[in-house]
């Protein structure tokens, strides 16, 4: 969840070098950092505070005011936590451990940034510029969402890895005709742990309109689909929506 903070105030209370990095973490964001005293202006709270029984009292005040706490390395005391965030602006990745450990968190989006290109901002914003313009082509939903996982899939037309695919939208959405509506791919599994899926297995899961599926096959398995796709255990006479139907079946040599 992303809470928007912009032009709003947030509590920060406590001194030192902790408590200034939460005060620019929420001027970065664009909030207004503010003291106890102003905690009935405020939905959100970060305590920084190193006496554990003095951050306790005071999160457990703020929290009976209705706000939600973030008290700064107590994992245990927290209502939310704050990941490590990687920037392509409207694109934000957001690198979480539940509080375990924000250096894990922080390498991991390092890595990251290496990897995902600066551009991926400007492909956001052509996409979303390009909205009527996708509706009108593509009508249908499900047509719509598979021509665009397509062209967004690895070595597609808008590869979100690719610096040039920001240039290519309009191209793509005049010249797209050729992309298929009604695909049906199946994949035979051969085990119920879902990391034993390929890449590739993962990916159409993952991009799935609609799932068929053996009754046996583990809900850990069918989570790896999108949330909104549609679920169908097998036999299914009813007619797939349009777009990408995987049909998951269970080898019988398992």
């Known amino acids: 969840m992303f809470h928007r903070v912009r032009g709003r105030r947030v509590v920060v209370v406590g001194d030192g070098d902790m408590a200034e990095a ?97 551009s991926l901002g400007a492909l956001a914003r052509a996409l979303n510029a390009a909205r009527e313009r996708m509706r009108e082509r593509w009508p249908d939903t499900g047509e719509r969402r598979h021509a665009l996982d397509t062209a967004l899939s690895e070595g597609g037309v808008l590869d979100p890895l690719d610096e040039r695919s920001p240039e290519r939208v309009d191209r793509w959405i005049d010249g797209a005709g050729t992309t298929s509506a009604n695909d049906t791919i199946e994949i035979l599994l051969r085990s119920d742990d879902p990391d034993s899926l390929t890449v590739r297995q993962a990916r159409l899961l993952g991009a799935a309109d609609t799932v068929l599926h053996d009754p046996e096959i583990p809900a850990a398995i069918l989570d790896r689909a999108r949330a909104d796709a549609v679920r169908r255990p097998l036999p299914c006479d009813e007619a797939p929506p349009t777009g990408l139907t995987i049909v998951l079946r269970q080898a019988g040599d398992r």
């Open 22 to 118: 939460k005060r620019r973490l929420v001027e970065r964001a664009g909030g207004i950092p503010c003291g106890e005293t102003e905690a009935h202006h405020a939905a959100l709270a970060f305590v920084a505070l190193d006496d554990v029984r003095e951050a306790e009292t005071v999160a457990t005040r703020l929290r009976d005011k209705g706000l939600l706490v973030n008290v700064a390395d107590r994992p245990a005391l927290c209502d939310f936590t704050t990941p490590s965030i990687l920037d392509r602006e409207p694109v934000l990745v957001a690198i979480a451990t539940s509080g375990a450990s924000a250096g894990l968190a922080k390498q991991l989006r390092l890595r990251l940034e290496r990897i995902f290109p600066h």
